[in-house]
């Protein structure tokens, strides 16, 4: 945010000021105090276990200038007391957010089941060729995550990039009355959270009230090629632009296209990025794309379609999405030991689709290996997919029998559903077996030529078992 005073931060986040009114205040915000810098906001907020107002001390030691807080506490620091730490954040972005509108900023707003995270990264790194660009870290993109990387904006941002994710209906409708978008984005209505939601349609639901958001003015930028995202061009009053990777004929004011998609030896993939607009001739520009899936294809071509919307020619967004790297840790990461064996490491989160879309990179890249060494290995370590509901157990036994149609080689599953996947897989033909986390580095042996993955939700933590692969085993690292 912009540094000003400690009177307007307790005006812009609706608290009580107790402390020196004229003090400046800012840039930072923060609700860890040990990431409190000299001059930052530090909210406290109460968790199941850890109380941040214990910590309003050290925010202050390291340099924090006020704290948003329900109470005042014995820190020697400007206090804004608000009722509910939350509700005061969310004010605070509000305001910060709806004040750089008015000097020209651009809120852009990404949901969907799967894939927000990788378009979010793709998008922002292609809006900062246009200018300078505030997006998430991660997944930032709940009630706690978006009003505070909505806080990172300042007098200079030109463009806000906002994941936003749902765990119920009503949700999407009040991040967006916290942070207005001028351009959302819609990717798909899987099966993510299906637990939560009770059903897919409710999913689509949920996923629309970001379209609904928009003014007359404004941009819903929606996947073609999901017919419940398309269904919500009847649920926006903004334009709409389409994004595809088919041929067929569609009709709007903006369509972005893939055409001849290829991949080379890593699954990254090639494209030429089409774009149609009436009265306008159709441009067509290359893209090479340094992520891995044929899944970053649907996802860069959204970035893409957005960008348009956002303004940039398409000849620019072509050729920074051929700049565009990975920016978050554990997606699709792909990593060579020293001996040649690979381990691609999705472990940050897993639905069905995303770990569908895993599975077929997977295989991909074995046969890539394959073409070089016969002998090369593709090795599934599959973990529990969460928050499915009833549908759980069937949900990883698809799975594993999803590995086992591609060809995997093994399947090592951990977490509840193990014995499903293993089910799966081995009805299948594909050697299966379910092993503590703990054990699995230990229990793989990989070639030069192997390729593993390691997929799961978060709160799985596999990523513990990618690091000890690439070590050589367990506790190696």
């Known amino acids: ?33 040990r990431r409190a810098t000299p001059g930052s906001v530090f909210v406290a907020i109460p968790g199941e276990h850890v109380d941040g107002h214990d910590f309003t001390g050290q925010a202050a030691a390291n340099g924090a200038a006020a704290v948003i807080a329900t109470r005042v506490t014995d820190a020697d620091i400007a206090h804004v007391v608000v009722d509910d730490s939350v509700g005061g954040l969310s004010r605070l972005a509000s305001s910060v957010v709806r004040r750089a509108i008015v000097d020209g900023l651009t809120v852009l ?16 790194q292609v809006l900062e060729h246009a200018g300078p660009t505030v997006s998430p870290v991660g997944s930032f993109n709940n009630e706690i995550g978006v009003p505070l990387t909505a806080c990172g904006v300042d007098e200079g941002t030109r463009y806000l990039v906002s994941e936003m994710g ?29 637990g939560e939601f ?27 090629d999901d017919h419940r995202v398309a269904a919500m061009a009847s649920r926006t009053r903004g334009r709409v632009a389409w994004f595809t990777r088919e041929e067929a004929a569609l009709e709007g004011e903006l369509v972005v296209r893939a055409r001849d998609i290829r991949p080379d030896d890593l699954q990254r993939f090639s494209f030429t990025l089409v774009v149609e607009r009436p009265g306008v001739p159709v441009a067509a520009h290359p893209v090479t794309l340094r992520l891995i899936g044929s899944h970053h294809v649907a996802n860069a071509v959204a970035a893409a379609a957005a960008a348009v919307a956002a303004g940039m020619e398409p000849e620019r967004v072509a050729a920074a999405l051929s700049a565009a790297g990975p920016r978050s840790k554990w997606r699709m ?53 969460l928050e499915l509901g009833a549908d759980a157990a069937s949900a990883h036994r698809r799975m594993g029998r999803l590995a086992a149609d591609l060809g995997i080689d093994e399947v090592v599953a951990v977490g509840e559903y193990a014995g499903d996947i293993v089910a799966g897989a081995t009805a299948g033909g594909t050697p299966a077996r379910a092993l503590e986390r703990s054990e699995v580095a230990g229990r793989i042996a990989l070639g030069a030529m192997d390729v593993v993955l390691v997929k799961a939700s978060r709160g799985v933590a596999l990523e513990q078992v990618a690091d000890e692969l690439l070590a050589g085993g367990p506790g190696a690292c």
């Open 198 to 224: 009770g059903s897919v349609e409710n999913i689509a639901i949920a996923k629309g009230e970001l379209v609904e958001a928009l003014s007359p003015d404004g941009w819903a930028v929606l996947n073609a």
């Open 109 to 124: 707003a990404i949901t969907g089941s799967s894939g927000k995270t990788s378009t979010k990264d793709v998008l922002a």
């Open 166 to 194: 749902a765990r119920g209906i009503g949700h999407l409708r009040w991040l967006t009355g916290l942070i207005p978008p001028a351009i959302s984005l819609v990717l798909n209505v899987g099966s993510a959270h299906l």
């Open 333 to 385: 990461q792909l990593d060579e030991r020293p001996d040649g064996a690979a381990v691609l490491n999705d472990a940050y989160n897993a639905n069905p689709e995303s770990m569908a879309a895993a599975l077929a990179t997977l295989a991909d890249l074995g046969r890539g290996r394959r073409s070089v060494d016969p002998s090369a290995r593709t090795i599934a370590v599959l973990g529990d997919m």
């Open 1 to 33: 945010m912009r540094i000003t005073t400690v009177a307007d931060l307790a005006e812009l986040a609706g608290g009580v000021l107790h402390g020196d009114a004229g003090a400046s205040v800012g840039p930072d915000v923060v609700v860890d105090a």
